[in-house]
């Protein structure tokens, strides 16, 4: 669970990412995210996909404000079966704790604020 964020990261209990979070049902991990949304692609987001269930969607913080990702970056996900729903990092950090209260199998990528 996201527990609050700090500065332009985010606060995971005592641990804080200030360049980006990657989040699975398993962990949290620190994430250099890329400079923009723009610059998004699948190899950005490490071994993030690569769970023995596959995740129902990838949850994308874009930032302080909501942005679009690459055709290419959506396109590339949606042939893995795993679909994208993008909004500002501080909705997503919200709709993380909701969603996985729910246990939903998903991941999430939230670049800084």
């Given at each position: 669970?996201v527990?609050g964020?700090?500065g332009?990261g ?18 949290a991990?620190?994430?250099?995210a890329?400079?923009s949304?723009?610059a998004?692609?699948?190899?950005s987001l ?9 995740p129902?969607?990838l ?15 959506v396109?590339?996900?949606?042939a ?9 990092s ?8 909701v969603?996985?209260?729910e246990?939903?199998?998903?991941v ?5 604020l």
């Amino acid at each position: 669970m996201v527990t609050g964020f700090s500065g332009r990261g985010f606060r995971v209990r005592d641990d804080v990412f200030p360049r980006g979070l990657l989040l699975s049902p398993l962990r949290a991990l620190a994430w250099d995210a890329p400079d923009s949304v723009a610059a998004l692609d699948v190899a950005s987001l490490g071994d993030l996909l690569e769970l023995e269930v596959r995740p129902e969607f990838l949850l994308l913080g874009t930032g302080a404000g909501m942005r679009q990702p690459p055709r290419a970056f959506v396109r590339a996900l949606d042939a893995l079966d795993i679909g994208v729903e993008s909004m500002d990092s501080r909705a997503a950090a919200r709709a993380w704790g909701v969603l996985r209260a729910e246990e939903r199998w998903i991941v999430a990528a939230l670049m800084p604020l």
